[in-house]
């Protein structure tokens, strides 16, 4: 780590977000092109969204398996949409044991296919429905152009795949999910998000509807956060799911799949963080509070640190997650720098002067300079500490929908769309034509984000041809 | 599942292994060679599993990261020993985006070469050391023969890697770990191992020192369940971790690496199972205890149900995993053989008698029939079933070490070695050179498992060739 400042965020938002990536140790560039190393304190703050997803995914009825990570190239094949969709993305094993394969495997991009075959052979009757399955894993994609975290080769994800007796369960499981990403969106990760329908366009490679979460990033570029699809029964069809119902008929199965992947870590980042450095959701934080001994060369360090470690194993002893910065080789002000770049909520200080008066000094990482510090008593710190976590929490929520919605605009027309999505969304009634979409993504490299569910069904014109229309869409430049 | 006995192990040990991890629906095979799935069940196994060791590395200081699947060819090439043991199973990439590769990917069979080139970027000063980094993840080794958890292409497992300073420190880290692997072994899975050094010709490809944990399954042979490596300064010197000391002086470092994978759930069931079935140790158990309700078509369920469920929530408030089995298109004996085969710890049954009386019949899936079985009082059950659960778990290691160390043999001459290994576990004198390894292995089929740590440094003749040894090895067939 260095002692120089971030670039901050109105110089070059994008060289902000890799400063900061590398600098406070989230993550690292691997010596294989376009992959990431996770490093620990990253893969920390992704483990604490695997609990906080897990969690839900049990609470409504799915547990996890693992299928392979070798898919037989024949069985993309069989969904025409989804290998067109994902065939120009595959990493290709040719060799295995010093021979070559007789059928090259690819590495998995997503799942739908190996898992559908294996539901075929796990589904007979109705009584073996649904199937309520989710995987944590990697997966792999070759793009072009990545960046750690928003879009790497391989990514750390999860992938739900359900199967079901009828279309409406599937649909109404495919909503379910996206409520559970928008549930865990704002109320953990503080990130809110917009909730909606894809286009035909954007939609998932063979999914009969695709649905998504939104958010907004400080530069106003959507970030596609999670997705949950219904995928009719095109893959039911393509791997063969069937089963006998009740009345003793064949039928196909109905399916969904749905996934978050490590990219929601760049939500995160790009939510919420300040020129000084990330700003972390406090559900979500590896570490919640880190505690910081004033010392002094010229006087005795055992009763300031007497009371760090009191006040250390007092918080721990409330579940909270408690770091203490014991380290002599620097200075108490490099230290408060270090855990401010990666984005500690709280931080508390503790020196001579506070065992006389029996205070701590408290610091709230999402308010800078004296608005957000404070002198508390050390009686009774436990709960002031949790108090100020909801605190930081709701308010970092509040400021990033402030935001967010003083960043989406209505365009009178075509002319102020093209502006608005320089510097923002565009919520306008669209006629849903490819035509109409393809020509704002040219014009102005923004692209549908989502038409919200439940919004009322409403009567407008295109905002880009004029005909017609009868639903609203965001139109954003997207990561 | 099948109304079908499972093959008796006496009948034919390796087709009850196989019908069994198929019925008791732990893994099923993937369409891909030597691929598994791991079913729900399997996984739930595997997660406590990953959750007993996870909370145990975390406490020795440990924590996890996450690097990248592919590994550049040339990167294995850097250490030579590493190369040649892993050279004939690699998978290898060598298509991306629909272009040929400059230079092939390996799929990582193991990642002591990607993370040591990871190291060196990260260490600097001796102050950047120990990094004491685990990952888990699925790695993939090319194998001929495979077995449903025993030895797949790809495997999920964790591996830790780390660098020290010194060479002491990096032994000491080494064999830190084997303790912790035999701590989980005994504690959590009740599968007595005996801790060791793997022989020269045994041990891991690039390492100085491997150690290992052996444990004898029910056919006798060993199966190797965790092993932990003292890498000396190969990698290092292959990858350039080098660092500053104290003394300001230029020094490689010295680094560890130790695993444990999805195979130690075969050792699961083949220390523990029986002909009926699965026995799995209630600390790792998906399930620790089935209620069964006992109702007749005639009579009215509701007053059966209501106990069963306040039984229900009373044991999982109390922390255990519980699971009430209501259907209701099995009867209850179908129900008793379903969850003997999946090797629930503790079954429960309560029916309109145990209403009348207020009691309920429990049985321990350890002890088969009346043995296992007792009528007790609803009142204080949570506490009568925690201390059962710990009564299973400590029978079931006592009966495991009990067979094993009936099984273990000290061979008066070659000839009895041979005859040894055919039944159990030799424990011999060996003069530690490779041709005598060779000559018991070509005739036996025993290799060397390992050799004790901490035995006495006796005095004997070596069982193979007569000449003088120093230190006793245990020679068996193995997995």
Known sequence: MSDDKLTPRSVDFSEW???????????????VRGCMVVRPYGWALWENIQQALDR???????????????????????????????????????HGGGEKLEEPLVVRPTSETIIGYMYSKWVQSYRDLPILINQWGNVVRWEMRTRLFLRTLEFFWQEGHTAHATEQEAIEETL?????????????????????????????????????IEAMMQDTRALQSGTSHFLGQNFAKAFDIKFLDEKNTLQYAWTTSWGLSTRFIGAIIMTHG???????????????????????????????????????AELKAAGLRVKVDDRTEVTPGFKFNDWELRGVPVRIEIGPKDLEKGTAALARRDKPGKE???????????????????????????????????????????AELTEAVQNGWAYSYWCESAECEAKVKEDTKATTRCIPLNQEEGKGKCIVCGKEAKRKVYFARAY
Chains 1, 2 share one sequence.
Request: glycine share 4%; no cysteine; aromatic share 8%.
């Open 372 to 414: 957000g510090k404070s002198l508390v008593p050390q009686a009774g710190l436990v709960e002031v500490v949790k108090a100020l976590l909801n605190d930081i929490h709701a308010s970092l929520l509040a400021r990033a929908t402030a935001f967010r919605d003083s960043h989406i605009f209505d365009p009178k027309d075509y």
């Open 274 to 312: 300040d020129d000084q450095g990330l700003i972390l959701p406090p559900k979500l934080a590896p570490i919640q509070v880190v505690i910081i001994p004033i010392l002094k060369s010229d006087i005795d360090a055992t009763p300031v640190m007497e009371t760090v470690r009191r006040v250390e």
């Open 176 to 212: 379910r999910m996206l409520d559970v990403y928008e549930d865990f969106a704002i109320n953990d990760a503080a990130v809110p998000v917009i909730k909606g329908l894809k286009s035909q366009t954007e939609k998932f490679a063979g999914a009969v509807m695709s649905t998504t």
């Open 56 to 94: 839900r995914f049990k609470e409504t009825g799915h547990v996890n398996a693992a299928f392979p990570l070798f898919i037989p190239m024949s069985f993309l094949e069989k969904e025409k949409e989804h290998v067109e969709g994902f065939s120009p993305e595959l990493a290709v094993v040719t």
């Open 17 to 31: 977000y890799n400063q900061l990536v590398l600098r406070a140790e989230l993550a690292d560039y691997a010596p």
